[in-house]
């Protein structure tokens, strides 16, 4: 069964407004977590990386102020897409590390985000 | 950050073994080599990963080579459930807090 949970799957917001899309493990603690952006038929983009109890650290071109992530817990953690625009409709994925060396690293379900 | 390089897509017959290759000529020797597979609006789905030895698991074996310049995944015998996006990925090692970075991908297509 899954170990990283993802909510929503689907959600669809008004163009200017933010959504919260949280991230779960499950039976683990992550003490590190990723987020990741895809666009139809392309790989996996890394936006930013965070550890539990700190700050999080965004791959170069991604804006941290549009997109706010949260690792308050060792088994959650949170992206907000702030004032929401078309252009950031896309799939976005988690996944979730125990954060020792060469442990497998865990992918959530996944969410869309339609901006309209 | 080091980049792996694979090929777009490759064909398989079912119940035939299939080899997916991938490279990674510029890998650091704390590189972990991952590989998943993902389906159309899924999250990647874990197959395996390994450091500098040969792994085997359940799903998959993974051979790396032995300057680590390129690993390849092996499916023993391909169904068509195995239809899907591989991707080679490289997660750095040398810190707990490393990060994974995906290849472009090879679309696997399974004919019966």
């Known amino acids: 069964g899954a170990v990283v949970s993802q909510h929503p799957s689907r959600v669809i917001c008004k163009s200017g407004t933010s959504v919260k899309i949280e991230c779960r493990s499950l039976d683990f603690q992550a003490t590190t977590m990723f987020w990741y952006r895809q666009f139809p038929k392309k790989s996996l983009m890394l936006m930013a990386t965070?550890?539990?109890?700190?700050?999080?650290?965004?791959e170069q071109g991604v804006e941290k102020d549009k997109f706010l992530i949260n690792h308050a817990s060792l088994t959650l953690s949170t992206l907000t897409v702030t004032s929401a625009h078309p252009e950031d409709s896309s799939f976005y994925i988690c996944?979730?590390?125990?954060?020792?060396?060469?442990?497998?690293?865990?992918f959530g379900e996944g969410s869309w985000l339609t901006v309209v | 950050d080091a980049k792996t390089t694979q090929p777009n897509s490759m064909e398989s017959n079912e119940e035939e073994p299939v080899h997916l290759p991938c490279n990674h000529s510029t890998i650091s020797g704390t590189d972990y080599i991952h590989w998943y597979r993902q389906l159309p609006s899924q999250g990647p789905e874990y197959v395996i990963h390994?450091?500098?030895s040969n792994v085997n698991n359940r799903m998959a074996s993974l051979a790396i080579a032995e300057d680590r310049k390129s690993s390849t995944l092996i499916l023993h015998r391909a169904t068509l459930r195995d239809a899907a996006v591989y991707y080679c990925a490289l997660f750095d090692g040398s810190s707990n807090t490393g990060k994974l970075i995906f290849g472009q991908g090879t679309t696997l297509q399974v004919k019966p």
């Open positions: 390994g450091l500098t």
């Open positions: 965070s550890n539990e109890g700190s700050k999080a650290t965004y």
């Open positions: 996944s979730a590390s125990r954060g020792a060396r060469g442990n497998t690293i865990y």
